[in-house]
């Protein structure tokens, strides 16, 4: 395959990327806000779904996408923006890998609740917060990385 197209593929890739994690986490924050607990069962389905059919699949293919291309460049891993990049991807990750949990447990907890005809317990709103806040630097993160990427050369950076 072309580098064009891998570079096409990559941007494509990152553009589900955001659009689902920002998408997903609108709808879930709104839902949850809501105090509606069909409401929230279901976003939190959801959530949990797009992050194993879209999140997952572009979480993956970035690394190797971006690897390929540097290595069709000739750029080594040392260069700033790509050290910079990598690092901050690392972070995350970091960031997410918690945040999945999290999505699958209120998942759980959530339809658990809407079952048993029970309100949500306290635990639903420590995951949520732990979730808010975990979600913040991975986005941040990412919107560093997006800007590296796209701008490297502008912002001072070999």
């Known amino acids: 395959m072309s580098y064009s197209a891998i570079k096409t593929l990559h941007i494509l890739s990152m553009v589900l990327l955001f659009g689902t994690g920002f998408g997903s986490a609108f709808y879930k924050w709104m839902a949850d806000r809501s105090g509606r607990l069909e409401a929230m069962v279901l976003?939190?389905?959801?959530?949990?779904?797009?992050?194993?059919l879209f999140t997952t699949p572009t979480v993956l293919f970035q690394p190797v996408s971006g690897l390929w291309m540097l290595s069709q460049l000739g750029l080594p891993l040392s260069t700033s923006w790509v050290a910079l990049s990598l690092a901050l991807y690392v972070l995350a990750g970091c960031c997410w890998l918690p945040v999945v949990w999290l999505q699958i447990r209120m998942r759980d907890i959530s339809?658990?609740?809407?079952?048993?005809?029970?309100?949500?317990?306290?635990?639903?709103?420590?995951?949520?917060?732990?979730?808010?806040?975990?979600?913040?630097?991975?986005?941040?993160?990412?919107?560093?990385?997006?800007?590296?990427?796209?701008?490297?050369?502008?912002?001072?950076?070999?």
Do not use: E, I
């Open 111 to 158: 339809a658990q609740s809407l079952r048993l005809g029970h309100p949500l317990p306290q635990v639903y709103w420590q995951y949520a917060r732990w979730w808010f806040c975990l979600g913040v630097p991975a986005f941040l993160a990412m919107v560093m990385v997006v800007a590296l990427m796209v701008g490297k050369h502008v912002l001072g950076v070999d």
């Open 43 to 52: 976003t939190n389905r959801h959530v949990v779904l797009a992050d194993w």
